[in-house]
């Protein structure tokens, strides 16, 4: 069965980077979009971007431009999201899912806390 | 492309016919989505296309609408379906609603 795997909870410091990857299996990786959405306690969600792993395409929401940074990793199926210049403003979790017909698999989400 | 979910929480009882809507701020040629989110789960996708139904999503969900307006319906409210829904256009770029919460009441 399709399944993301993410990593885990990072506590990172303001003005940092940190990265998060985003392993799949059960389907041929390279053949989807994948996206990131990002979701602030007790908010929505709002999309980030995809990269498409057969190519290394990638589309970014404008407001994450500079932000985050999309990459794939076709030997290992694993995609990335490298989140620069963190504040507080960018705690939250984020999650990876496939794009098919709409976004049918999801990771659990990887929590990031900014903080001192 | 703006998204506008309405209402924002919604309390009903279990057997309850529910109906959430959810209004495109244009046309988005019915590339819209609806899913399920758990408390501390991920989203859940349930319907796709505005209309078609998620493999393994039980038959009590369905989705109709089109151009702008949009309704998920919950045939018989489960003590499950407990959850905050999204809608979500992917018709130019990819935008969520706020989402409605449903509670039981």
């Known amino acids: 069965q399709v399944q993301l795997q993410q990593s885990g909870a990072e506590l990172v410091k303001p003005g940092s980077s940190v990265k998060i990857s985003c392993k799949a299996s059960?389907?041929?990786?390279?053949?989807?979009?994948m996206h990131w959405i990002k979701q602030q306690p007790g908010n929505g969600l709002e999309w980030i971007g995809w990269i498409y792993p057969g190519n290394g395409n990638t589309k970014y929401n404008q407001k994450f431009n500079g932000k985050a940074t999309l990459t794939a990793d076709k030997s290992s199926s694993t995609a990335y999201m490298q989140l620069s210049s963190l504040t507080s403003e960018d705690s939250a979790v984020y999650f990876c899912?496939?794009?098919?017909?709409?976004?049918?698999?999801w990771g659990q989400g990887a929590s990031v806390t900014v903080s001192s | 492309i703006q998204m506008t979910q309405s209402p924002s929480l919604l309390s009903a009882s279990v057997g309850d016919r529910v109906t959430l809507s959810c209004k495109a701020g244009?046309?988005?040629?019915?590339?819209l989505a609806w899913y399920q989110q758990k408390l501390g789960e991920a989203p859940k996708l349930l319907i796709y296309?505005?209309?078609s139904l998620q493999t393994g999503i039980p038959s009590r969900f369905s989705g109709s609408g089109s151009g702008t307006d949009f309704t998920l319906t919950i045939s018989s409210l489960q003590p499950e379906d407990v959850a905050t829904y999204f809608c979500q256009q992917y018709n130019s770029w990819y935008t969520f609603g706020a989402g409605t919460k449903l509670e039981l009441k």
């Open positions: 059960g389907y041929t990786f390279t053949s989807y979009d």
């Open positions: 244009q046309n988005i040629n019915n590339y």
């Open positions: 899912a496939r794009f098919g017909y709409g976004l049918d698999a």
């Open positions: 296309n505005a209309n």
